[in-house]
């Protein structure tokens, strides 16, 4: 059951979470706990490409970085993704203000995890040469960017500890690693997620994605 945050105002993920608007197949969360959730992406340009949100509404994801339990379960979700999709990575792109051009259409905090099969830091530095990279562990991105938006990414995985790659923004970027992404495919005109939503890639990503969660779990109590 949701429990989320009543401080999200007009936000569509607090809005979903409530249940006030009807869920498609996609937007059923494929995992969840007391604390956050995981969705198959609207979007996905490869299968699997899910999002993991805190159900306590927050601009990004800076409080949950260093808490044991949202990486907790983000490693869950990650393991479930690659058992299925294979090599995945992570980033995010962190807003510091509802409505900014850095989110993807939603000011409700995010990790992104996509099954890429590659890693995808060389070709974000590439993407745009004017943006300065920084190595960094993701629990240590809330010193370093100090109410700047940014983006992070890493090509593996592990947890807190996570490797990554931090860039500082000057200015807001709209939809920066779905067009590096995009590019890295070869179908650069798919990167808008408006344009080419691919809901039914999503709603089946997220049907064998729950259902590889609900085997582990009754494995697990077995
Ligand atoms: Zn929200
Ligand atoms: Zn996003």
Not at 45 to 51: I, R, T
Not at 66 to 82: D, K, N, Q, R, T
Not at 84 to 105: A, D, M, W
Request: net charge negative; hydrophobic share 40%.
């Amino acid at each position: 059951m949701f429990l989320p945050s009543t401080t999200g105002g007009e936000c569509r993920i607090c809005a979903l979470a409530l249940g006030s608007v009807p869920k498609q197949g996609y937007d059923q969360p494929w995992a969840e706990n007391d604390r956050y959730f995981a969705m198959a992406s609207v979007g996905a340009l490869v299968p699997g490409w899910s999002l993991v949100f805190p159900k306590s509404h927050a601009l990004n994801l800076l409080e949950n970085l260093s808490a044991p339990s949202f990486w907790e379960f983000v490693g869950s979700a990650h393991a479930a993704i690659e058992q299925r999709y294979g090599r995945s990575v992570i980033f995010e792109h962190g807003c510091q203000y509802k409505g900014s051009l850095t989110g993807c259409g939603t000011s409700h905090a995010h990790l992104h995890i996509v099954p890429l099969g590659a890693g995808i830091v060389e070709a974000s530095r590439n993407y745009d040469p004017s943006l300065i990279w920084a190595p960094c562990k993701a629990k240590d991105i809330p010193q370093l960017v100090r109410g700047d938006e940014y983006l992070f990414v890493a090509d593996s995985y592990d947890g807190a500890n996570t490797i990554g790659q931090v860039t500082l923004l000057s200015e807001g970027r709209s939809q920066y690693f779905r067009r590096v992404i995009a590019d890295m495919l070869g179908r650069p005109g798919e990167y808008d997620y408006k344009t080419h939503p691919h809901a039914d890639i999503a709603a089946r990503a997220a049907a064998l994605l729950r259902a590889d969660m609900n085997q582990l779990q009754q494995a697990s109590a077995a």
